[in-house]
């Protein structure tokens, strides 16, 4: 590939990346093209105070954190994680096609005192403030919100004056009871499966699932209610949970996201509406919000 | 939960089934309250000899087939199990948030001599017309389709001339190579991530999972690429693939799906779509394709 879709560094609008373009390129806008031309500046290093490093038996799962959309939570998960808190602690659910979670299984009304320094209660994040906030809009259908795009590298929704991250598969939430405020970090769920969207804006979503993710996706269903396991025996124990600045620079993961403010990311989701891969027959033409890839990796 | 919901066995329309009708029950249109109320002529007994019984080392997937928009492959498939094609291969591939495959690990092109009575080329059957189907129309925004709905107990969409089962998850389609008619049923996946609706009308769809999705959704991801297994240590074998009218009767499950196009569907769309349980603070009032549940049940 070569700089063929930019030939003078120019963006594309939106209006090129039609199906049209095939006539003007020796080869379709596909996402492997698209992603074999990004420049180097189309990526951006996560910084490490930004991941989240959730150290299982069998593997590392790595959450990018959102202090966009929910800077008192993750302050209040980074106040835990400096505390130890998840540390021996576990896997509690898994719920097939909904959400994986974890946290203290001897959960009870009396943790508060295991909190140490976290709030125990928190004023909920479901949404914040629209303004401020540049979102690479997706044109498309959405059954759930007026608007869905993209905001520093994860899926979101707004409306005229409110936006929120949406659950799309690998996102990360904050698990509350039914008051508003009952949320603080200590119990933390990934969805798994279908975008459970009816979710959005009831719930703090804090993050996404950078790497490893199938770590919990392929954990064993909980044989409880919802998922939950019914025994120390079915749970997978938490060995830690760090945030990168918290752990000596040879334990981190150099990881740097595709820019979603980029014309290289408005190309992807372009490649991957219309599917020009030979093997398609019927390209869709369309796309959904939770359809188009979010590319992380290790730095080069 | 009483007759509330339909005091004189009339159906509910649409315009029914809004927050207003709050007002006038006892209680809140819910999910539990309308699975409660569900009269045994809401659900059907599905035929044996629709559902494919996948028997893997480590437990029973069932799948039920949609002869109404895969005649052609379902046979095929048939047939395939009535010679045991399907013991002893194995599960080919588990790709994160995508699919898991199953059939013929040595799989290459001079496959058809084992094939026997089957097809080794099928027509594609990637969509059917639309006439002489019932659909139970979804209102609700689409990325991918004009119109989607549930046919038979399966999702779908349907534009002017045609409908097609969709990409929802525990759906199972035809794996294919390049050409439209190499697909033939030797070769089955199911989605186990986001709905992949792109691959809507590409591939012929032949059922859903409806009993053990999480033998196959927590299956190890495969190392190589697009999820496929390296080596035959990663794989998962293949007991047996047989309809239930191939097998001894102790052996098989009687399941009943929730019919669709009755009134007890159409209420658990709204229920499902409304959220009126305490724990919603922020109700979405909308809900997508492959967010409504499509009950099945061990007969009572």
Chains 1, 2 share one sequence.
């Not at 910084?47 to 790595?62: E, I, K, N, T, W």
């Not at 800077?71 to 808190?85: C, F």
């Not at 014309?263 to 490649?271: N, V």
């Amino acid at each position: 590939m070569t700089g063929r879709l930019h030939p003078s560094g120019t963006v594309l609008g939106a209006v090129l990346l039609s199906a049209a373009i095939v006539a003007w390129s020796d080869e379709p806008l596909t996402m492997a093209g698209v992603m074999e031309a990004a420049a180097p500046t189309d990526w951006r290093r996560i910084d490490q105070a930004d991941l989240m490093y959730v150290d299982l038996p069998h593997g590392r799962v790595v959450i990018e954190v959102a202090p966009a959309f929910a800077p008192m939570h993750v302050a209040n998960v980074r106040t835990l994680t400096s505390q130890k808190y998840f540390d021996g602690l576990a896997v509690l659910r898994s719920q097939d096609n909904y959400v994986v979670q974890w946290g203290d299984p001897d959960a009870d009304e009396d943790d508060a005192r295991r909190f140490g320094a976290a709030a125990a209660n928190l004023a909920p994040e479901f949404f914040r403030a629209a303004s401020g906030l540049e979102m690479t809009v997706l044109d498309s259908a959405d059954a759930y919100a007026d608007s869905v795009g993209y905001v520093q590298g994860f899926p979101a929704g707004r409306d005229e004056g409110r936006a929120w991250l949406t659950h799309c598969y690998g996102m990360v939430g904050v698990a509350r009871g039914s008051a508003a405020d009952s949320g603080n970090g200590a119990q933390l769920y990934v969805v798994i499966g279908h975008a459970p969207r009816h979710l959005d804006r009831n719930v703090t979503m804090l993050g996404r699932v950078v790497h490893g993710m199938q770590q919990l996706s392929t954990l064993p269903r909980g044989s409880g209610s919802l998922g939950f396991y019914e025994s120390g025996e079915e749970r997978t124990s938490i060995v830690s949970v760090r945030f990168g600045d918290q752990i000596p620079a040879a334990d981190r993961l150099a990881l740097e996201a595709l820019r979603t403010d980029t014309a290289t990311f408005s190309d992807l989701i372009e490649a991957r509406r219309t599917r020009l891969e030979d093997w398609f027959i019927d390209p869709a033409g369309h796309i959904g919000l939770c359809n188009v890839p979010l590319p992380v990796r290790v730095a080069p």
